[in-house]
């Protein structure tokens, strides 16, 4: 039987179209006996509008500043551990994620900063790791299976993100086993998402999670929670991965140490001496 310990995808009220708060989300992650927990809520266009004339720039960090106060998290809560993360966006076909070419001026409170980071900078050197998604898709509907699989190998090389989040939800054509092969080359990590399976019935994510098995490349698993009573739920992640006898020793998500030292040799981090 397949062992799934961790819910490396989760959403709060902070993203907006999600409905619990971290605390509840903790909760659920306690009562369904997970080890570990990755809140990401998403970095991202859709939080908020695109513009501020007063200021003449295009996001201000005020409606991010939640990621930069990760500090008041307990990283053990209710028996669980508990990493910072995001869902970002890939923006363009180079693999850019959102916030790359977004100079942040301004602190929180409207005095301007004496040095000018982007936005990315900002917000993702305040998290644990970065999963990197597609939302909107349209920029690369004409692109071709190659020039897709270059995009997702260049996010790869973000030195933020850790995962590929639901690559196979959306139907844009990539070389899945060159993109395995360069997962596994990085020491990175290919999400088999529990909210894709359940709700874009395609064949894609169990051709995914075959590659992966075949290159012994590790995956993690997201539940995807956008509220609480789905945090650590994995009938369908398991189900797939039972069918196709995938190897437990590439699930980074067996338990917290495995996908803890995976994420720290991955992002070159260390864990923090006061955890």
Partial sequence: MIR???????????SRHAFSTIQENVHAAAIAR???LGCTDHFSSMITKEVDLERAQTYDL??????????????SWEGVRVLHGCEVDIVDMEGHIFGENIPVRYQIGGRLYDHVESLADKVCSQCDYALASLHNIDFARQASKSEVTRMYMKTLDNPYVLILGHTGRY????DIK??????KEKGKLIEINEATLAGYPTNTCKEIALCCAETETMITTGSDSHISMHIGQFSHVKKLLEEIHFPQKLIATTDSSTFLRV????????EPTNN
């Avoid at 799934?4 to 902070?14: E, K, Q, R, Y």
């Avoid at 060159?178 to 997962?183: D, F, P, R, V």
């Fill in 4 to 14: 799934i310990a961790c819910d490396t995808h989760s959403h709060t009220l902070l």
């Fill in 34 to 36: 997970l080890e570990l």
């Fill in 62 to 75: 005020r409606d991010f500043q939640h990621f930069i106060n990760y500090s008041a998290w307990p990283s």
């Fill in 171 to 174: 139907g844009v054509d990539f």
């Fill in 178 to 183: 060159e993109l395995c092969a360069y997962a």
């Fill in 263 to 270: 994420m720290h040799h991955a992002l070159g981090t260390q």
